[in-house]
């Protein structure tokens, strides 16, 4: 209730009224007492503000007596001339309210029973009429935008002004001697002194004072209190404050708890993210990627799936690498499924929330000018160490008859063969480092005594190693990355308009990634009720020498790793390639002793590099338009239409001349071809909501929605290639093909998904709140009659430090949740049958039906999950936690079963199974100190997920998951998911392992479980330092757990690569040596009978008899894949305030940043434990061939005008 004494409806009340109010303030002046607006009020009572806007103090009187019971007296005209206050949308204490309404007011507060508040204007001094000074100045926030509307107030006199659109403000004070304070709702309040004409100001944002505010499931805006359900923010500043690495989703490693980000090593590489485990064991378990609401496509090319035990294979990124990390506001991770219930079928992994920046009000048209440069070496704990004592050969050369070749020279005999000529030649047909011993003395003909285009032809060279070994393969990675943005704000309009230039150039030579993002983002407001929104973002990618992946003939490093003589020069190979033109020549040579010089096994690499390389382009669009329209303060709706497309080619190139290999669709082996793909994509997304809001009564408060959503996907590709070769070298064209050209592999899907949902959340005295959605999803692609998924989830939360009055503690919640979602869509191959065309046999056509029959009665994995949390935040902030438990059950799992082949096929997909998933997260925040000038802060993000696979089909324990040379992942019931299976040793009854005849004895069957790839727990912890202008910041990412199978290992100490195969034994004796010398190694171990093994294995005759995957199982090679890595580092210095505007800016800042610097702990040997073919569900678990990981540093330059 608000009394206005000289309203015209109490004109004639005055008097009673009058006599009533002295009554009143007799009967309680024993109770009433004088108050400052800063301590009115209860300290628990809040206020909800809507949106922001300005409003009279008698409108902020009403809004608080609209949600409280308080009770304001005061009389009419008491604030004439003060002005406007200014609100900013989200929950504020009534007393930090009331006390910025006031700010500018002299007046004094009374308050008695029944929450009755009474004001009145305290007594004038009487003052001489002082000469006023002159004081002009800006307002502006601590990123230098200026904040209209701010309060500036001479203190301890009603004497005040507010600042203008620009920030600026004039006012006149009494003399020099004044205070001014300055004061913003949601800003911390400063006092300055008059001591200037002019009175600069930079306010902060009071992070204690308005409540967090997080976007949530189709971009609605919630108070973070109000959410039954885990979520985490990442803001923009922190996702960038490394090296730019070309894909947002690497630089959230260690960021956000219960997130497994899955990097590898390989160019322009993609990068799996996965929440809360793996749900489905032959599906997507990618999270769902979120632009302002509107889903996006994020879909792996070659991913692992495709990669294993085949050639050429690429990996070309994911989709979610167009987005540009400069766009981004924040990230809201969204982990469970009660959180991402309202997208229905698309988020059963969880959702990354994408807010994107929006126009601030600047001084003019703002400008940000940023420049970053970085460059990259190679992390050399990353790369093979070779042995420098042995070079290349297996051994002693055999003729065809079995009789030793070799000419002896030395007490450990040569491996040398003899050319027609009579002279010793390097065995140059051999990949692999088990030769004679290095001799410098000795003077031999190697694979450069045979190429014209040596420098060495018809020469002797030094056997020895070589000087230039292929880490000198590797050049300086360097990164671009510039961006330049546009925007500006009034009370309207706000618009923002980027632009992003990304140059990447990697470590193998020819490879270069190029990336343009040119974004604009407006919003309108055309009155009061009617709004639009409006972002439109295009970008541009191209790719020039992506790396091989897989075990493949083309990935170089697979070589370098596996397969290399410790003689090969690199800088030799470079020689003869740029001598002769470009053309193959390889230090692996058929036979240069009986005149073949041509590659054996092996192209040169840098023929590899600059002739068989690939190339891609991808042109995107992603764009939406929104209308808002608001019936009433309580009701509102919301159409929205957004369009994501691309097009995509890719190119790929073996040249005349290359190693006969495996290529183009026939898959045949060819000595040149060239391959295309064409590809685009389209989504369209047309969704309404309506939304209701409103407090009922006193208590009580109801946000709820239901909207519409229909979703059209249309796909195309067309994959070619040519066949047999190609008729005129090096050009690269399908018309070029020497055979005609196979049909080309052409697909085109169309789907709709039509939706329907709603949600209601109820809030009882903004300290319990409880929840409900329920979304129904119709496909197109689903058989009638089966083709509609229902999701629903439940949440509550109870703020219980609404009735806990204690200093120390400043926001606790228990929240909880139930959800039941399905897990993706189904592909259409397992619903239908499709027939394969072959090329015709003569006149006839072929068709063929594929051996695994499809299911129209499939049903997609659906998945129920729970979870617990708890959030309290300690002294003011300063000390917090979220800790969330959760369990998952995903049943009814994909996958294909035996079937009988009388029905034509031999397997046919079925549902069946359960995965388990169980877990704790854990986010933790403290800022030990905390002064004026110096902070410090502290956050720590730790996670662990049980995984379990429940059941699979009756009769069946095993399911085959994929698999690469030598091992196999699979899924088997009571274990988690990603046993690594392969050969084992024979064990001893007291676990030692079995010898005989001194090597170890290996299992016959290859199931046998060696490891899992699934990691026990994941973690980050992140400091920031900020002293004055300077800040310093680091991120530690540790990964403890996990294993994973070297194929590098396996076939490196096979063919004698690495220091291990070189060593001593333990007489002191290289193990290469004879017997007769003293060499060989007894291996520890008991024979069969249990007695201890004391045979000598003699030195390697052949390559791999004591190290090797010949000699050794597969369990050999299994390593911990855990890691701690010093993710992230940077150093920056904002410039002062006044040395900026100098400058005529009104920001500077230069940083020094670091990313990968330093893999603090691993146990893989010579690779990155995270490194691995590419994404998908067997992105981990397996390194073979990988690149090595770089550490990278780079200089920022940041200019604000």
């Given amino acids: 209730m608000k009394i206005n004494f000289k309203h015209p409806h109490f004109y004639f009340r005055k008097g009673l009224l009058m006599n009533i109010m002295r009554t009143f303030i007799?009967?309680?002046?024993?109770?009433?007492?004088?108050?400052?607006?800063?301590?009115?009020?209860?300290?628990?009572?809040?206020?909800?503000?809507?949106?922001?806007?300005?409003?009279?103090?008698?409108?902020?009187?009403?809004?608080?007596?609209?949600?409280?019971?308080?009770?304001?007296?005061?009389?009419?005209?008491?604030?004439?001339?003060?002005?406007?206050?200014?609100?900013?949308?989200?929950?504020?204490?009534?007393?930090?309210?009331?006390?910025?309404?006031?700010?500018?007011?002299?007046?004094?507060?009374?308050?008695?029973?029944?929450?009755?508040?009474?004001?009145?204007?305290?007594?004038?001094?009487?003052?001489?009429?002082?000469?006023?000074?002159?004081?002009?100045?800006?307002?502006?926030?601590?990123?230098?935008?200026?904040?209209?509307?701010?309060?500036?107030?001479?203190?301890?006199?009603?004497?005040?002004?507010?600042?203008?659109?620009?920030?600026?403000?004039?006012?006149?004070?009494?003399?020099?001697?004044?205070?001014?304070?300055?004061?913003?709702?949601?800003?911390?309040?400063?006092?300055?002194?008059?001591?200037?004409?002019?009175?600069?100001?930079?306010?902060?944002?009071?992070?204690?004072?308005?409540?967090?505010?997080?976007?949530?499931?189709?971009?609605?805006?919630?108070?973070?209190?109000?959410?039954?359900?885990?979520?985490?923010?990442?803001k923009g500043t922190d996702l960038t404050a490394g090296i730019a690495s070309g894909n947002f989703l690497n630089d959230l490693s260690g960021k956000a708890a219960g997130v497994y980000i899955r990097k590898n090593t390989n160019f322009g590489g993609s990068t799996n993210v996965i929440s809360r485990g793996v749900k489905s064991l032959t599906g997507n378990n990618q999270m769902l990627i979120v632009i302002d609401g509107i889903p996006i496509n994020n879909s792996t090319v070659n991913s692992s799936t495709a990669s294993q035990g085949a050639r050429n294979t690429y990996d070309y990124g994911n989709a979610a690498m167009d987005i540009n990390p400069d766009d981004i506001e924040s990230i809201n991770v969204l982990k469970g499924a009660?959180?991402?219930?309202?997208?229905?079928?698309?988020?059963?992994?969880?959702?990354?929330m994408i807010s994107t920046k929006k126009g601030k009000a600047t001084k003019g048209m703002g400008i940000t000018i940023s420049s970053e440069f970085s460059v990259g070496s190679v992390d050399k704990k990353t790369f093979p160490v070779y042995q420098n004592k042995y070079g290349q050969g297996y051994g002693p050369s055999y003729d065809a008859a079995g009789n030793p070749k070799g000419i002896p020279v030395g007490p450990t005999g040569a491996f040398f063969t003899i050319d027609k000529n009579g002279n010793q030649v390097v065995t140059t047909t051999d990949d692999a480092s088990y030769g004679v011993a290095f001799d410098?003395?000795?003077?031999?003909?190697?694979?450069?005594?045979?190429?014209?285009?040596?420098?060495?032809?018809?020469?002797?060279?030094?056997?020895?190693?070589?000087?230039?070994?292929?880490i000198t393969f590797f050049q300086t990675a360097t990164t671009f990355n510039n961006s330049i943005s546009l925007e500006d704000a009034n009370d309207k309009t706000n618009f923002i308009l980027n632009y992003n230039n990304f140059k990447e150039t990697g470590i193998l030579p020819n490879s270069e990634l190029k990336k343009n993002n040119a974004s604009i983002k407006l919003n309108h407001k055309f009155t009061d009720k009617l709004s639009t929104s409006v972002f439109a973002n295009y970008m541009t990618q191209s790719t020039v020498g992506r790396n091989s992946s897989g075990y493949t003939g083309d990935n170089i490093t697979g070589w370098f790793r596996q397969w290399w003589g410790t003689n090969a020069d690199l800088k030799s190979q470079k020689e003869v390639f740029e001598n002769s033109g470009g053309q193959n020549i390889s230090w692996l040579m058929g036979d240069p002793a009986n005149g073949n010089t041509a590659p054996k096994t092996m192209d040169n690499p840098y023929f590899t590099r600059y002739k068989n390389y690939q190339s891609d382009e991808r042109n995107r669009f992603i764009g939406y338009g929104q209308l808002d329209y608001k019936f009433t303060d309580w009701l509102s709706a919301s159409g929205k239409a957004s369009i994501d497309s691309y097009s995509e080619l890719r190119e790929e190139r073996k040249a005349t001349g290359s190693i006969n290999g495996s290529f183009g669709l026939s898959r045949a082996n060819v000595p040149s071809g060239y391959q295309k793909y064409v590809g685009s994509f389209s989504e369209q997304n047309y969704q309404f909501i309506l939304t209701f809001n409103k407090k009922?009564?006193?208590?009580?408060?109801?946000?709820?929605?239901?909207?519409?959503?229909?979703?059209?996907?249309?796909?195309?590709?067309?994959?070619?290639?040519?066949?047999?070769?190609?008729?005129?070298?090096?050009?690269?064209?399908?018309?070029?093909?020497?055979?005609?050209?196979?049909?080309?592999?052409?697909?085109?899907?169309?789907?709709?998904?039509?939706?329907?949902?709603?949600?209601?959340?109820?809030?009882?005295?903004?300290?319990?709140?409880?929840?409900?959605?329920?979304?129904?999803?119709?496909?197109?692609?689903?058989?009638?009659?089966?083709?509609?998924?229902?999701?629903?989830?439940?949440?509550?939360?109870?703020?219980?430090?609404?009735?806990?009055?204690?200093?120390w503690l400043s926001f606790g919640k228990l929240r909880a949740s139930y959800a039941e979602n399905p897990q993706g869509n189904i592909d259409l191959y397992s619903l239908n049958d499709v027939y394969d065309k072959f090329n015709p046999f003569g006149s006839n056509q072929i068709y063929s039906i594929p051996n695994r029959s499809s299911n129209p009665d499939l049903r997609p994995v659906k998945t129920a999950s729970e979870e617990l949390g708890l959030e309290m935040q300690f002294f003011r902030k300063r000390v917090g936690f979220d800790v969330s438990v959760y369990k998952s059950l995903s049943n009814d799992q994909i996958f294909p079963v035996d079937y009988s082949t009388a029905t034509g096929n031999s397997s046919r997909y079925v549902n069946a199974g359960s995965v388990e998933n169980k877990g704790i997260e854990v986010q933790f925040n403290v800022t030990p100190i905390q002064t004026k000038d110096f902070s410090w802060d502290v956050f720590l993000n730790w996670s662990k997920n049980e995984n379990t696979l429940v059941s699979l089909a009756p009769g069946i324990e095993t399911l085959s998951i994929g698999g690469f040379q030598g091992i196999g992942i699979v899924a088997k019931v009571g274990h988690p998911y990603g046993d690594i299976v392969g050969k084992d040793y024979v064990y001893a009854a007291d676990g030692q392992k079995v010898t005989e005849n001194g090597l170890y004895v290996m299992t016959?069957?290859?199931?046998?479980?060696?490891?899992?790839?699934?990691?026990?727990?994941?973690?980050?912890?992140?400091?920031?330092?900020?002293?004055?202008?300077?800040?310093?910041?680091?991120?530690?990412?540790?990964?403890?757990?996990?294993?994973?199978?070297?194929?590098?290992?396996?076939?490196?100490?096979?063919?004698?690569?690495?220091?291990?195969?070189?060593?001593?034994?333990?007489?002191?004796?290289?193990?290469?040596?004879?017997?007769?010398?003293?060499?060989?190694?007894?291996?520890?171990?008991?024979?069969?009978?249990?007695?201890?093994?004391?045979?000598?294995?003699?030195?390697?005759?052949?390559?791999?008899?004591?190290?090797?995957?010949?000699?050794?199982?597969?369990?050999?090679?299994?390593?911990?894949?855990?890691?701690?890595?010093?993710?992230?580092?940077?150093?920056?210095?904002?410039?002062?305030?006044?040395?900026?505007?100098?400058?005529?800016?009104?920001?500077?800042?230069?940083?020094?940043?670091?990313?990968?610097?330093?893999?603090?702990?691993?146990?893989?040997?010579?690779?990155?434990?995270?490194?691995?073919?590419?994404?998908?569900?067997?992105?981990?678990?397996?390194?073979?061939?990988?690149?090595?990981?770089?550490?990278?540093?780079?200089?920022?330059?940041?200019?604000?005008?």
């Fill in 1004 to 1201: 016959t069957t290859t199931n046998n479980v060696i490891g899992n790839i699934t990691p026990d727990w994941i973690g980050g912890l992140r400091n920031k330092f900020t002293y004055k202008q300077v800040s310093f910041g680091f991120l530690i990412d540790v990964q403890h757990g996990g294993d994973l199978y070297s194929l590098d290992q396996a076939y490196g100490q096979h063919t004698g690569l690495y220091e291990s195969t070189a060593g001593y034994n333990e007489l002191g004796n290289p193990i290469r040596n004879t017997l007769a010398n003293g060499g060989g190694l007894i291996l520890p171990g008991v024979n069969k009978d249990g007695t201890p093994n004391t045979t000598r294995t003699p030195r390697p005759e052949v390559a791999g008899s004591i190290y090797g995957y010949k000699a050794n199982p597969e369990k050999a090679y299994i390593y911990d894949a855990s890691y701690v890595k010093l993710r992230e580092v940077s150093l920056s210095y904002t410039f002062p305030s006044q040395f900026v505007s100098k400058m005529k800016l009104t920001d500077l800042r230069v940083s020094l940043i670091g990313s990968n610097l330093w893999i603090i702990s691993k146990n893989l040997p010579d690779a990155d434990p995270e490194s691995g073919v590419s994404a998908g569900n067997l992105s981990s678990g397996y390194s073979g061939g990988s690149l090595p990981s770089t550490r990278n540093i780079g200089f920022n330059l940041t200019l604000k005008f």
């Fill in 26 to 234: 007799f009967l309680f002046c024993t109770t009433l007492f004088a108050l400052t607006p800063e301590n009115v009020l209860s300290q628990q009572s809040k206020i909800e503000v809507k949106e922001n806007k300005k409003m009279s103090i008698d409108e902020v009187f009403d809004l608080i007596m609209e949600q409280t019971d308080y009770k304001f007296f005061y009389e009419e005209g008491i604030f004439k001339g003060l002005p406007m206050v200014t609100l900013k949308k989200g929950t504020i204490k009534t007393n930090d309210l009331l006390k910025q309404s006031l700010a500018n007011a002299d007046i004094d507060i009374v308050i008695g029973k029944n929450n009755t508040v009474i004001i009145k204007e305290k007594p004038k001094n009487v003052t001489s009429v002082l000469q006023k000074i002159k004081i002009t100045g800006t307002v502006t926030d601590i990123a230098g935008i200026p904040i209209p509307g701010a309060n500036v107030t001479e203190k301890g006199t009603k004497n005040s002004t507010q600042t203008d659109f620009n920030g600026k403000f004039v006012i006149e004070v009494a003399n020099n001697s004044a205070i001014l304070e300055f004061s913003y709702i949601g800003m911390v309040s400063q006092e300055k002194p008059a001591s200037s004409v002019i009175v600069n100001v930079q306010l902060k944002e009071n992070t204690t004072q308005l409540d967090n505010i997080v976007v949530t499931a189709l971009g609605i805006k919630r108070e973070k209190k109000a959410l039954g359900y885990a979520s985490q923010e990442v």
């Fill in 440 to 470: 410098p003395n000795l003077s031999v003909y190697t694979w450069e005594s045979y190429s014209p285009y040596s420098s060495k032809y018809g020469q002797k060279s030094p056997w020895q190693a070589a000087k230039n070994g292929p």
């Fill in 696 to 807: 009922i009564g006193e208590d009580f408060s109801v946000n709820a929605l239901a909207g519409l959503n229909t979703l059209r996907t249309k796909t195309n590709s067309t994959l070619a290639s040519t066949d047999g070769g190609l008729i005129i070298p090096d050009i690269f064209a399908l018309s070029n093909s020497v055979n005609p050209s196979p049909f080309p592999l052409e697909t085109e899907n169309n789907s709709a998904v039509n939706s329907s949902y709603a949600s209601v959340s109820l809030g009882y005295k903004d300290f319990l709140y409880l929840e409900g959605t329920v979304r129904n999803d119709a496909f197109s692609t689903l058989p009638k009659g089966n083709n509609s998924l229902n999701t629903f989830s439940t949440s509550a939360s109870y703020v219980f430090t609404n009735h806990i009055n204690a200093d």
């Fill in 338 to 352: 009660a959180a991402a219930a309202l997208y229905g079928w698309q988020a059963g992994n969880g959702v990354i």
